[in-house]
C-alpha cells in the first residue's frame, strides 16, 4: 500500500538515518515542517529495524536528539523573533491558525504543552516556538523538551519495533496503520476545534 502514491517502507529506507533525523529535526522546531508525518515514519521506521533494515537503539536515540534539537532551534526562533509572530502574514508555510491552536494549548496545559504536544501534529512544531515567545525559561523548556522527545521519539520506534516482531507480515499493512496513527494523533486538535465553535 501507498500513501500518495509514496511507500512509506521503501521512502523510509532509502532516506534511511541521515533523512530521518532531518525530518524529525524540521517537524520539531522549524514552523515550515508541520506537515512532514513525523509519527507515521517513527514508527515506520521501527518496523524496519524489526527485520534488521535500522538498529532500533541507534534510531531511538537518535531521532530523540533530532526532536530535543529541533525544539531548542524553534524556542530561540520564538525568543528572537517575539510578539511580532502574532502579526505576520498567512504564507505558503504558515497561517496564524497554527498558532492560535497551539495557544489554545498553552492555555489548557501550560508549561507541559512541550512534552504533551509532541504527540499531537502541527501543535509540536510550534509549542517551542510560543515557548520563546512567551519566555518560558529555558531551563524549564529544556527538560519537558528532553522528556518529550525520548518519550515520543522511543514509544512510536518501539511500536513497530514490536508488532514487527510479534505480527507476520505486518509490513504489508504499514501505510494502512500509519493512517490510523495520523487520525489518532489529529484527534485532540479536532477536539479543540469542536470546543471553540461551542
Excluded: C
Excluded at 24 to 45: I, N, Q, R, T
Aim: proline share 4%; hydrophobic share 55%.
Amino acid at each position: 500500500m501507498s500513501l500518495f502514491h509514496i511507500n512509506l517502507t521503501i521512502f523510509v529506507e532509502t532516506i534511511g538515518y541521515a533523512g530521518l533525523f532531518a525530518i524529525v529535526f524540521a517537524e520539531s522546531g522549524l514552523f515550515f515542517g508541520f506537515f512532514f508525518p513525523g509519527d507515521s515514519l517513527l514508527f515506520s521506521a521501527g518496523l524496519l529495524a524489526s527485520q534488521g533494515i535500522f538498529n532500533v537503539w541507534q534510531l531511538g536515540i537518535l531521532l530523540a536528539l533530532a526532536a530535543i534539537l529541533g525544539d531548542s532551534v524553534g524556542y530561540w526562533f520564538g525568543k528572537k523573533v517575539g510578539p511580532a509572530i502574532f502579526s505576520r502574514e498567512d504564507g505558503r508555510f504558515f497561517h496564524k491558525r497554527h498558532i492560535e491552536r497551539t495557544k489554545t494549548f498553552y492555555e489548557k496545559y501550560g508549561s507541559r504543552t512541550i512534552l504533551l504536544a509532541r504527540f499531537v501534529p502541527i501543535v509540536r512544531t510550534f509549542a517551542p516556538i510560543l515557548a520563546g515567545v512567551g519566555s518560558m525559561p529555558y531551563k524549564k523548556f529544556l527538560s519537558y523538551n528532553i522528556v518529550g522527545g525520548i518519550l515520543w521519539s522511543f514509544a512510536l520506534i518501539f511500536v513497530g519495533y514490536f508488532l514487527g516482531i510479534f505480527v507476520p507480515g505486518a509490513e504489508s499493512y504499514v501505510t494502512l496503520i500509519a493512517i490510523v496513527i495520523i487520525i489518532i494523533s489529529f484527534l485532540p486538535i479536532l477536539k479543540e476545534m469542536r470546543n471553540q465553535k461551542k
